[in-house]
């Protein structure tokens, strides 16, 4: 069986800059098409596997230098332990690709492996709980600068490559719950948990020069500095979905994004999203 999946999503963060300052923090809307082609393999009576060619592309209204195509393969294993409806299911999937910028010095290879098990406990009520590790690599080795800051005596940290900056992992935990609201619409709730590095831009002061991985000049936020820290990702999420018809619907959500960085180094990010889904 043959696998095409079409979507666009436009969303809005009032945090984009991922700052823990709110003088630094920047709103964005961005627009994300997306595309999925791929086919599904019958390898056994309760076990699946799809192997799918995964491209998306984010497109900002303001800073555009956050412009990307990402493009990756990835292959899931699904089995049924059992039959009917309410019988639990196990997915395990691996995926690796390339994500591309405006400055190549942010191009990545990314790639992630997880688990997931799920389980209809009615014919309305669908749960579900997984582990996610993901991997970012720079493609390129930007050439080493100093990032000079005044009355700051720490340059042992600040002799680095700008693509070090986006050298990152972790894993995450997460739950979910779907609720069938009525034939054609579902309530999803979703929290989520990661630990591992991120990238934050903001004013470079003391506490963020200090204790940051990596750090560089900010390509996309003038006066601001990008940086690596080690942090704890708390996401929690409420979205709607409407089925338009047998393959399409719309979903409209919200996500509540509260990284809790090193060093006392926290933000948070709101997201509003509303996406159109096609399954041919």
């Not at 935990?173 to 609201?181: D, E, K, S, V």
Request: glycine share 8%; proline share 2%; charged share 20%.
């Amino acid at each position: 069986m043959w696998i095409a999946d079409f979507g666009v999503e436009a969303n809005y963060q009032d945090n984009i800059s991922r700052s823990p300052y709110s003088a630094d923090k920047k709103g964005d809307f961005t627009l994300t098409p997306s595309m999925v082609f791929g086919r599904y393999f019958g390898v056994g009576a309760h076990t699946g596997l799809t192997a799918t060619a995964n491209l998306k592309a984010d497109f900002l209204s303001k800073y555009d230098q956050l412009n990307n195509i990402e493009a990756t393969g990835a292959v899931t294993l699904i089995h049924r332990f059992g039959v009917g409806t309410e019988a639990p299911s196990l997915r395990a999937h691996v995926s690796y690709g390339q994500v591309v910028f405006k400055e190549s010095y942010r191009d990545s290879w990314i790639g992630e492996a997880g688990l997931e098990v799920s389980k209809w406990f009615t014919d309305r009520l669908e749960l579900s709980a997984g582990w996610l590790y993901d991997r970012r690599m720079p493609i390129h080795e930007a050439a080493v600068v100093h990032y000079y800051m005044e009355d700051i005596d720490v340059h042992y940290l600040l002799y680095h490559r700008p693509s070090n900056v986006y050298e990152l992992d972790g894993n995450t935990g997460r739950i979910n719950a779907i609720y069938l609201l009525t034939p054609d619409d579902a309530l999803s709730l979703g929290y989520s948990i990661r630990g591992g590095d991120v990238v934050s831009e903001a004013t470079p002061g003391k506490s963020v020069v200090k204790w940051s991985k990596a750090i560089t000049e900010s390509d996309v936020f003038d006066g601001l500095a990008a940086y690596r820290i080690g942090a704890t990702t708390h996401t929690a999420t409420v979205s709607v979905s409407h089925a338009v018809a047998d393959r399409s619907s719309i979903n409209l959500g919200y996500d509540y994004q509260n990284i809790k960085g090193d060093w006392g180094l926290n933000y948070i990010n709101n997201v509003i999203r509303l996406a159109f889904l096609y399954s041919w």
